[in-house]
């Protein structure tokens, strides 16, 4: 009788944790760390469209990725981004109807100099955004934003799964979510 009694404990108590895990992952806390709920974007594309992270973020997975034109650290990631975008953006990956894409967010304060730098560097996808407002973007406090490039991995249902993903581990991370 006790052994009936410990093993109904232990399921109980298997049953509490998991719901528990379920309803933390549905009920994810807004926020930047991993595991949180992405925060919400919403600013103007180089031709005046504002465009919404979360309308973007629908079924695929998100590079949120800060940059700017004047930023040489920036610049000499955007081929590794722009890599991983052209690898990825067809997969098929875990829990995304869409595969992948990325959003954008300059902080430059020259519209001229975003649109050159985004034609340069080859950033073929369509989702870049820019309140053209340097260090003062309001992007940038919601991120706590301090220093670029940065950048945060959000999955189709907008909780950040990774963050900083430099150089070659922006693609070993998306590599774990390929079906």
Known sequence: MRKVNFIIALLALATIIFGFASYKKQNAQTGINIGNKAPELKFKSPDGHEISLNEVNKGRYVLIDFWASWCMP??????????????????????????????????????????????????????????????????????????????????????????????????????????
């Open 74 to 179: 920036c610049r000499m990631e955007n081929p590794t981004v722009v890599k991983a975008y052209n690898n990825f953006k067809d997969k098929k990956l875990k829990g995304a109807a869409k595969g992948f894409t990325v959003y954008s967010v300059s902080l430059d304060r020259s519209a001229d100099a975003w649109k050159q730098a985004i034609t340069k560097d080859g950033l073929i996808w369509e989702y870049h955004v820019s309140d053209l407002k340097y260090w003062q973007s309001e992007a940038c406090k919601p991120y706590q934003v301090n220093s670029i490039p940065t950048n945060w991995l959000i999955d189709p249902n907008g909780i950040i799964v990774a963050r900083g993903l430099r150089g070659p581990a922006l693609e070993s991370e998306l590599a774990k979510y390929v079906q």
